[in-house]
């Protein structure tokens, strides 16, 4: 197998069995399930997220990363998410 430039190794199709396959599609499936439903359940992710990028977008950074770090290290962001997680609830 070779390497490919940064370390990663080309594909190996024929590196799993057919029963494999099948065993790796299904935990992809139920992962996505799992994903799907947490995500559904919390809504403070969606929240974290979009207001994340709407703030990005806003700013336009030109260090993302250090943004980021800024972003989501705010001691008040536990709060405004509380606070919009009320707002949504009463707008429900």
Known sequence: MATLQGGLLESDPGALSPAQLEQLRDLKIQTRIANEKYLRTHKEVELLISGFFREMFLERPDDVRE????????????????????????AA
Request: net charge positive; charged share 35%; glycine share 0%.
């Open 67 to 90: 943004f980021a770090s800024d972003y989501f290290t705010d001691p008040r962001l536990p709060n405004k998410i509380h606070l919009q997680l009320i707002k949504e609830k009463k």
